[in-house]
């Protein structure tokens, strides 16, 4: 790993062990910030500002060492380097087009193999399981719509809204972000 890699991990070792309030964080007290750090990863995203974008990456990759750094220190059994061995090997095994043998064509053969590859290893027996209770409800929507291959059914808002989704799915749009400004140009004015 990187030496910075390697001194933020020992950064986090050393408020794990002599700062009080790391010392006494949990992975369920960290839940929050987990949460908040992603939303204004994406935030940051959306502004397309560049340097914001890297302090907020930072802020988030330290939610990843504090939970390791947990982990370590409670003796769950697993690091940082476990961590990052296993993303690495995730990565490796789900892109068997750059390190393996197979031939695509498209990003959309590349996401297909990810899914199976990923299904294979779940071993999930609904195509719902794995999306998170608490996603976005448009965010949901969209994983659900992308896993269930029937047209959307019923009368009602919520099922006026799930075509909707529907629909920006069709036109290749990402419903949440969609929705995200058109209410900023509504407040806006």
Known sequence: MSREFDRLVEVMRRLRAECPWTHEQTHASLRRYVIEEAYETAEAIDLADSGHL?????????????????AESDDEGWTTDDVVREIADKLVH?????????TVTSAAEVDANWQRLKAERKQRTHPTE?????????????????????????DG????????????????????AELRRATRRHADG
């Open 54 to 70: 890297r302090e907020e990456l930072g802020d988030l990759l330290m939610q990843v060492v504090i939970h390791a750094a947990i």
């Open 94 to 102: 789900r892109n068997p087009h750059v390190f393996g043998d197979v």
């Open 130 to 154: 794995g999306i998170p209770a608490d996603l976005p409800a448009l965010m949901a929507a969209d994983k659900v719509l992308g896993r269930v291959d029937r047209p959307v059914e019923g």
């Open 157 to 176: 808002l919520g099922a006026d809204l799930l075509r909707l989704v529907e629909k920006a799915r069709a036109a290749g749009l990402d419903p949440e």
